[in-house]
């Protein structure tokens, strides 16, 4: 699986959009963006994934750039519920592949 | 619905002691992978278990093994347990349908301390 690029650490401001950038410049194609976060003391949550289509859900929106060497994670209104260790996570399609490969994220504290 | 359960939440053991730790999945999903959780630093992989085959292995020595009931739950075993050994485990389910592109579920992980 390629290798993704984090910052270490965000802040960002109650109620405004939280953009979280992540780098994967070696990435197949076939290979998916995940994101999950990890709250303290939690398992980690699945967020969003994404082949090459921005997508959209309930949670969050993915950017991914047309050469899809990066990509950003956006929360539109950030809380404090928020704040959580975002991974991002670059991972094959192969049939019956499920192992996910954690870099070291990024802490994202939102600030009241 | 209930999702992935850990038991124990936490454990202490000595060096040299053995540990098992259990998992439940959500229901209906047949396969379960293990993560080791150091303080500070990301899940790793330890291995997948479907239709109680191991599917994949990380990168860990042989003291560590697993298995998987025909209820889809499974035990992950650590023999001769060392000081390095104390972290998080999680265990994770999803569907298997093979898809390629399922998410995890996580449970909220067992905390061992090994002393």
């Known amino acids: 699986d390629a290798k993704t690029t984090q910052p270490p650490s965000m802040d960002c401001a109650e109620g405004r959009a939280a953009n979280l950038p992540c780098n994967h410049s070696?990435?197949?194609?076939?290979?998916?963006v995940y994101w999950y976060r990890q709250i303290h003391s939690q398992g980690p949550q699945y967020i969003i994934h994404g082949l090459k289509n921005n997508e959209t859900n309930e949670m969050a929106s993915l950017i991914i750039t047309e050469d899809r060497k990066s990509s950003t994670l956006i929360l539109p209104h950030a809380t404090l519920r928020d704040t959580a260790v975002y991974y991002c996570i670059v991972r094959a399609s192969n049939f019956g592949n499920e192992k996910l490969t954690f870099g070291t994220g990024t802490r994202l504290t939102i600030i009241p | 619905d209930a999702g992935v359960t850990q038991s124990p939440t936490h454990l202490i053991k000595t060096r040299g002691q053995h540990v098992t730790l259990r998992c439940s999945p959500i229901s209906g999903h047949k396969s379960v992978s293990w993560y080791q959780q150091v303080l500070g630093q990301g899940p790793q992989f330890i291995f997948q278990y479907y239709e109680k085959e191991e599917r994949g292995r990380g990168n860990f020595p042989d003291r560590f093994s697993a298995r998987q009931f025909p209820n889809y739950s499974s035990e992950l075993n650590v023999n001769a347990l060392l000081l390095g050994d104390s972290a998080l485990y999680l265990c994770a389910s999803s569907p298997g349908t093979g898809q390629g592109y399922e998410k995890l579920f996580f449970g909220s992980g067992t905390q061992l301390s090994v002393l």
């Open positions: 070696t990435i197949s194609g076939n290979e998916y």
